[in-house]
């Protein structure tokens, strides 16, 4: 009699191993465990030979009636069926394999990403995935990312002294892995293990000027004998301490002389949010004679070869080792130099942070915070110009800039 699902149901396990058929071949193979398996026994070649075919009720009634029916048919036509699934096991594996593997899996989720990245970023990821990892696991299914894998592919740019691109291809990899796990793709992020296991280069912060240093710098800087927009560039940094990248980018566009602000877009920040800077009296006093040099381009520094195209990234720093100051101090150390100050004196360490746009990544809370402290900002930079004009030993405001 055919089997029924009642009747695989009810089978309970007896002391031996004991068979239900259902015909054609087709049996439940009831173990002494509980467990039941699908057979298909059938004779090929006057061989005779036992087919496994699933786990009852994984693979149900149906659908190892629709196996059996398959097999038959190889074997009507001459195939043993056992070779024939294997091959088509192996296929699937195979398939899958592909599928699932790192090369594929980092590309999703590079895709995903992406759109959160400037170009220039994202391009910089999926750059070093196909020169750092890809050609050592890009073809591993993600399952088989063991840890020593990453770790002999992090070793390799260890050895090009390439510390900093190690540390950050171990933090791509270890969110690819965790992709795989939220998307059911891999089970076990075997990254997570690496932690620690790179190597680190002792810090080295990058030099900035101390509060006696200062009144030193701005008397050189006054003398300063090079080019004119150089110089005024240098002083607007002091009194503004932005990013050398902010102020090299900045456009006429994003100032405001009325309302006394510089608007920097989100696309020019390092937190990809928009950031308020509110200009002092000395401040715009400055980008006042700037205007007069460039006010007719669309840049606030352009390049003397090319106005379309800011100032390079080594005008400002080449400029400070003129002045006598390589290796003593850097453009990005004015921004140390201030925060030390600014916090030293008792302001609101929460309105420095928020001016040095150091800020949640939270797309919502940084919106919130582009704001926050406004007031208390002007205050700020109102009070760090006027004391950048008190190291001059001049007690007059604007007397280093003329009259705003």
């Known amino acids: ?3 029924t699902d009642i009747k695989i149901k009810q089978a309970k396990p007896r002391e031996k191993l004991y068979k239900l058929s259902d015909g054609g071949g087709l049996q439940v193979h009831i173990q002494t465990s509980g467990a039941k398996y699908w057979r298909l026994a059938y004779r090929y070649s006057t061989k005779q030979k036992t087919l496994a075919l699933g786990v009852y009720p994984e693979l149900s009634l149906a659908e190892a009636r629709e196996k059996r029916a398959k097999a038959r048919k190889l074997l009507d036509n001459g195939i043993d069926p056992a070779n024939e699934m294997s091959k088509r096991s192996r296929k699937h594996r195979e398939t899958n394999d592909i599928e699932n593997s790192f090369d594929n899996i980092a590309r999703e989720w590079f895709d995903m990403q992406k759109e959160n990245w400037s170009p220039k970023y994202a391009s910089r990821v999926i750059s070093s995935f196909e020169k750092d990892v890809f050609p050592y696991i890009g073809n591993y299914p993600i399952e088989k990312i063991t840890a020593p894998l990453v770790l002999n592919i992090l070793r390799k740019i260890e050895k090009r002294n390439a510390l900093e691109v190690a540390a950050r291809v171990l933090r791509r990899c270890h969110a690819v892995c965790r992709y795989a796990i939220q998307t059911g793709r891999a089970e ?20 900035a000027l101390s509060l006696a240093e200062l009144p030193d710098f701005l008397k050189r800087l006054e003398k300063y004998d090079g080019n004119k927009l150089t110089m005024l560039a240098l002083k607007l940094i002091v009194h503004t301490f932005v990013r050398s990248g902010e102020l090299r980018g900045a456009r006429w566009s994003e100032i405001d002389f009325e309302q006394a602000e510089w608007r920097i877009p989100a696309e020019r920040m390092k937190m990809r949010t928009p950031h308020i800077v509110p200009l002092s009296l000395q401040s715009i006093a400055i980008l006042k004679q700037i205007h007069e040099i460039s006010g007719h381009r669309e840049l606030v520094l352009p390049s003397e070869r090319n106005w379309k195209k800011t100032i390079s990234e080594n005008t400002l720093i080449y400029a400070m080792y003129r002045m006598g100051y390589h290796t003593r101090a850097t453009v990005h150390g004015f921004r140390a130099t201030a925060s030390t100050i600014l916090n030293e004196k008792g302001f609101n360490p929460d309105v420095i942070e928020r001016q040095l746009a150091h800020m949640q990544r939270n797309k919502v809370r940084a919106a919130y915070h ?14 760090w110009s006027d004391f950048i004009d008190s190291q001059y030993g001049n007690k007059i405001i604007l007397g280093r800039f003329g009259n705003a």
């Open 1 to 3: 009699m055919p089997l």
């Open 188 to 207: 076990h992020n075997p990254v997570s293990d690496l932690q620690g296991a790179l190597k680190t280069r002792k810090v080295k912060h990058r030099a």
């Open 370 to 383: 582009r704001s926050e402290y406004l007031d208390d900002r002007k205050t700020l930079m109102q009070w």
